[in-house]
């Protein structure tokens, strides 16, 4: 059994370029999917945030629309409501990689408010990368990356990866209003972005790092995790 540590985002909003907050979380099926599936596997899930607060789940994550409709949004929410590791997380502050094997961040434009300018998830980060440890990030979560960045630069410079799109944030009607765009931030980091089709899944492996593109390629990208696994 494997020990991944799931580091989730504690905002529930997003301030937008005119000052006004979008309320937001993290994205429900991006941390359900992956949960299920290491959790059915017999692995162990631990959540942290930042200062421990519980993650709040971004309310259009939860409608049918974008579940499949009515029956998947429901099975979605009821996996919320039992995933016990998500209403008990520690904080991200007291976390120690030593007892874990796998590393996971999902998305949600939540991370674009805390974790992209978190120092303590980007000790996380660089340890884990530096570990040799799969390290898996999807849709806005590449957000946490940005805070590695210090006076040499990131340790993510010259890795290949993928994140939520430009095109897809104009399609989501948010690329007006945002302060910065995700890939615009992750290109300037230094990486080597790769921009598949908007909306279909996207996963890009490159050494340890796992990314996946948007919220269809969290199950996809689960499943390489779990084959790093083993």
């Given at each position: 059994?494997?020990?991944?540590?799931?580091?989730?985002?504690?905002?529930?909003?997003?301030?937008?370029?005119?000052?006004?907050?979008?309320?937001?979380?993290?994205?429900?099926?991006?941390?359900?999917?992956?949960?299920?599936?290491?959790?059915?596997?017999?692995?162990?899930?631990?959540?942290?945030?930042?200062?421990?607060?519980?993650?709040?789940?971004?309310?259009?994550?939860?409608?049918?629309?974008?579940?499949?409709?009515?029956?998947?949004?429901?099975?979605?929410?009821?996996?919320?409501?039992?995933?016990?590791?998500?209403?008990?997380?520690?904080?991200?502050?007291?976390?120690?990689?030593?007892?874990?094997?796998?590393?996971?961040?999902?998305?949600?434009?939540?991370?674009?408010?805390?974790?992209?300018?978190n120092a303590d998830s980007a000790r996380v980060l660089t340890e884990v990368?530096?570990?040799?440890?799969?390290?898996?990030?999807?849709?806005?979560?590449?957000?946490?990356?940005?805070?590695?960045?210090?006076?040499?630069?990131?340790?993510?410079?010259?890795?290949?990866?993928?994140?939520?799109?430009?095109?897809?944030?104009?399609?989501?009607?948010?690329?007006?209003?945002?302060?910065?765009?995700?890939?615009?931030?992750?290109?300037?980091?230094?990486?080597?972005?790769?921009?598949?089709?908007?909306?279909?899944?996207?996963?890009?492996?490159?050494?340890?790092?796992?990314?996946?593109?948007?919220?269809?390629?969290?199950?996809?990208?689960?499943?390489?995790?779990?084959?790093?696994?083993?």
């Amino acid at each position: 059994m494997a020990r991944i540590l799931f580091v989730m985002t504690g905002a529930d909003h997003w301030t937008l370029n005119d000052g006004t907050r979008h309320p937001t979380g993290f994205w429900a099926e991006e941390f359900a999917v992956p949960y299920r599936a290491f959790t059915e596997a017999g692995h162990e899930v631990v959540v942290a945030t930042p200062g421990g607060v519980e993650p709040v789940v971004d309310r259009g994550s939860l409608a049918p629309e974008v579940n499949g409709g009515p029956e998947g949004a429901a099975e979605i929410a009821g996996l919320l409501d039992s995933a016990a590791p998500l209403h008990h997380p520690v904080k991200l502050e007291d976390a120690d990689l030593t007892g874990f094997d796998a590393v996971y961040y999902p998305g949600g434009h939540g991370p674009m408010e805390d974790l992209a300018v978190n120092a303590d998830s980007a000790r996380v980060l660089t340890e884990v990368l530096r570990s040799g440890r799969p390290l898996g990030v999807v849709c806005h979560g590449p957000a946490a990356l940005l805070a590695t960045e210090g006076e040499g630069g990131s340790p993510f410079a010259g890795y290949r990866l993928t994140g939520f799109t430009n095109d897809e944030e104009r399609q989501a009607g948010l690329a007006d209003k945002a302060p910065w765009l995700l890939q615009d931030r992750l290109v300037a980091l230094g990486a080597e972005f790769d921009e598949g089709q908007p909306w279909a899944p996207n996963v890009v492996v490159d050494r340890n790092l796992y990314t996946g593109q948007n919220p269809a390629s969290s199950a996809p990208l689960a499943a390489e995790l779990l084959k790093a696994l083993g």
